[in-house]
């Protein structure tokens, strides 16, 4: 028996209910236990059997408001044979949760099921980062953080799917020895600044794709392009000369924080880190690329940028920009940096 049939008397009455729209006073009205209503109607709108009509208002309750009028949706759940839940991987399926809340199994199938391909054929595979791993099995970089609920619903841990947290910034950089002459790598995103930092704390790698670096910093996104703040920062270096490598996300977005950083400032020795970018367009030849979730419609000017890359680079490049796509810097998990550092 499911749990709601037990546990909920508005679930049982609504499956009575011959309409598939209804207000929040016949709502009450199905429910003998007046006292729990309001609990009944907002378990269901969690379970998405009630789908508020949210232009319908609310009854103003300002702590747990309901709608004036919900929209009733129930799934066909004898389309679901126990049979298709169990050709999962085992690890999805062992709590038992999807059997007992087949509407999860089907608003999430395709994702369960690319998971559960993962989980066949890669068990014993190296950690990464969530973000990393992310974009490895499903080719973007956020679909575990949009699924974190349901995992923790299946009983499914980081552990299980061989990825880490990476932890909150500590320090915007890491450099080990402070030099007179250094070269740094500056990178978009907290992930790769991470585990690049990482490798070399742990094993005091120095070079990454044959190129030395004394260092790595945080950009934190659009931050760095703050008015005078990248400036500030390499005055309190104190160093001679720095030259500044940067490492972003090939799209727009991407491409727009490294050219507004080096007119922001123009003073300072800044350059694609290309190894870097030559590995990540290499890496996803093959890939569907997933659609860029920045509404902002910027159209950066790579003019000047294009002609350090190959032709099929830049074919490729272009094409990521005009349609709107995204190529993350996560795609360098941490096997391949690690591969690549020494």
């Not at 991987?89 to 038992?96: F, S």
């Not at 690319?114 to 969530?130: A, D, G, K, P, V």
């Not at 419609?297 to 995204?326: C, G, M, W």
């Amino acid at each position: 028996m499911n749990a709601l049939d037990k546990d909920n008397e508005l679930y049982r009455s609504l499956k009575l209910f011959p309409r598939k729209r209804i207000n929040l006073n016949e709502l009450m009205d199905l429910c003998n236990q007046s006292e729990t209503y309001r609990e009944q109607i907002i378990e269901l709108a969690e379970q998405g059997i009630l789908l508020p009509i949210k232009s319908s208002g609310t009854d103003g309750n300002l702590k747990n408001p309901l709608y004036l009028r919900y929209n009733v949706k129930f799934e066909d759940k004898t389309q679901i044979s126990v049979e298709e839940i169990y050709s999962l991987h085992p690890r999805i399926t062992a709590n038992g949760y999807l059997t007992r809340n087949r509407e999860q199994f089907i608003n999430h199938k395709d994702f369960l099921f690319q998971l559960s391909e993962w989980l066949i054929h890669n068990n014993n595979c190296t950690m990464m980062s969530r973000r990393e791993r992310s974009f490895s099995v499903f080719g973007d970089e956020k679909i575990l953080d949009n699924h974190l609920t349901l995992l923790n619903n299946l009983g499914i841990s980081g552990k299980n799917l061989h990825y880490y947290e990476t932890p909150e910034q500590c320090f915007s950089d890491y450099i080990p020895v402070r030099k007179a002459q250094m070269t740094l790598l500056i990178c978009e995103n907290k992930d790769i600044w991470f585990n690049i930092r990482r490798l070399m704390y742990e094993n005091g790698n120095r070079r990454l794709f044959g190129i030395s670096i004394d260092g790595v910093i945080f950009g934190q996104g659009n931050d760095i392009t703050g008015k005078g703040k990248f400036q500030s920062y390499s005055r309190f270096l104190g160093a001679d000369k720095v030259e500044y490598l940067y490492c972003g996300d090939i799209d727009r977005a991407g491409f727009d924080i490294f050219l507004r950083l080096c007119h922001e400032a123009e003073d300072i020795s800044i350059s694609l880190f290309m190894p870097a970018y030559h590995k990540m367009l290499e890496l996803s030849r093959d890939l569907i690329l997933p659609d860029s979730d920045d509404k902002r419609y910027i159209k950066p000017d790579v003019t000047e940028i294009l002609p350090e890359f190959s032709q099929y680079e830049q074919a490729h490049i272009l094409q990521i920009l005009q349609e709107n796509k995204r190529l993350p810097q996560e795609i360098l998990s941490y096997p391949i940096l690690a591969e690549n550092m020494r």
